[in-house]
């Protein structure tokens, strides 16, 4: 009887949470990003919303302080309109992937594994659906597999996030102009073929611009492996920016980008994996930034689906962040919303997540919007 006390004990302490765990204060300066005024009254031509999976404001706290200190900056904190985002999905107090997404992508709330369907599978217009019929383009980036469930609701309406053979299909026969990410398995690449240009990394780099068929890049099996072999989101990010914003005959674009493997970290407790995956996540959102500045047409949008492993930090000692990990699991923690361009005053404040799918709409001024037809990348 003793033993099965001291069993049920350890079992109780180890489902508590993870133990303290040490990670090296970064020293660094902060590169300081120049950022524009916009009016109230501007309104955006172009949006681009950056998904980081599973990020919670303690994953950006501990990334910012490993990568540069306490009081270093990263791109994501200059953004200059901040707000918060609840996340629950239709069924529950936390949310998977697919139902976060569809909120974004179709503005309702739906169960947990569905994607752009609701709780009834009925079928939801999405944003990339709704920007077609006004001549816009639209582009996904993704560093899990391009099937997953957060870049699957932009194109997908199925009742489960799990079944990507069928979801693959789904994109090919989808509104989508330009897919990047991983999940060639789950692809018939000679049918994709005779729609999508299919792409390597070198032509990301070397792409010779065509209008007549639609962009897939495949870079994985699966998720993207992280390697000097394989695109980082930074990368397929700016091709797809590239061929998105290039072509002036269409009314505008839709880009999402996701740093899908923040999450995958924090499911496991790694935190060093994670910081690794942020890098990436801030120094794409970097340049995004400078797009705008640039640009002074675009929304820029950067939020979170859910938190992911009840990330906390403790304290520090010698030089080292002390952190502890409260779950392998989703959280309910609400999650930041980040704005910069045109229509960026409309996510300060509280909202839900079904709010950024129609604040989007309203900075686009997507009402008085006429039809239209793009024919590029069809």
């Known amino acids: 009887m003793q033993k099965l006390y001291l069993f049920i004990l350890i079992f109780l302490v180890g489902c508590s949470g993870s133990s303290e ?14 950022i524009k005024r916009f009016t109230e009254e501007s309104k955006a031509k172009n949006v681009i919303l950056v998904i980081g999976d599973g990020t919670g404001i303690n994953q950006i706290t501990l990334s910012r302080m490993a990568i540069g200190g306490k009081d270093y900056r990263l791109a994501i ?97 989808s509104k989508i102009n330009i897919a990047l990410g991983g999940g060639a398995k789950f692809f018939d690449l000679k049918n994709a073929a005779q729609t999508h240009v299919i792409i390597d990394q070198k032509e990301l780099l070397e792409f010779d611009f065509k209008e007549d068929k639609k962009i897939l890049g495949l870079f994985d099996e699966d998720g993207i492996i992280r390697s000097v072999d394989k695109p980082s989101q930074k990368d397929m990010t700016n091709f797809a920016l590239k ?28 935190a060093k994996s994670m910081i690794t995956e942020f890098k990436d996540f801030d120094n794409t959102i970097r340049e995004l930034i400078n797009f705008v500045t640039k640009d002074m047409n675009t929304l820029l949008l950067i939020t979170a689906d859910h938190e992911t492993g009840g990330l906390q930090i403790m304290n520090e000692k010698d030089n080292n962040i002390i952190i502890q990990w409260g779950t392998g699991r989703h959280t309910g923690i609400p999650v930041g919303v980040y704005a910069y361009g045109p229509g960026a005053h409309l996510f300060s404040g509280l909202m839900d997540n079904t709010d950024i799918h129609n604040k989007i709409l309203d900075a686009v001024d997507y009402a008085n919007l006429e039809n239209s037809e793009c024919r590029a990348y069809q």
Request: net charge negative.
């Open 243 to 270: 061929q998105l914003s290039m072509n002036e005959s269409c009314n505008g674009f839709f880009l999402m980008s996701e740093a899908s493997q923040i999450d995958w970290a924090a499911h496991d407790n790694d």
């Open 77 to 173: 904190d200059q953004m200059p309109i901040f707000g918060m985002s609840l996340t629950h999905s239709f069924n529950d107090i936390y949310t998977d992937s697919a139902a976060a997404a569809t909120a974004w992508s179709a503005g309702q709330k739906t169960k947990n594994r569905y994607l752009s369907i609701d709780s009834e599978k009925n079928k939801l217009e999405s944003i990339p659906e709704k920007f077609f019929k006004k001549g816009y383009l639209t582009g996904i980036v993704a560093t899990s597999s391009i099937t997953h469930a957060t870049p699957a609701a932009f194109y997908a309406h199925i009742d489960s996030r799990y079944k990507e053979k069928e979801i693959a299909n789904q994109l090919l026969l």
């Open 21 to 34: 765990e040490s990670i090296k204060m970064g020293f660094k300066d902060t590169e300081i990003l120049e």
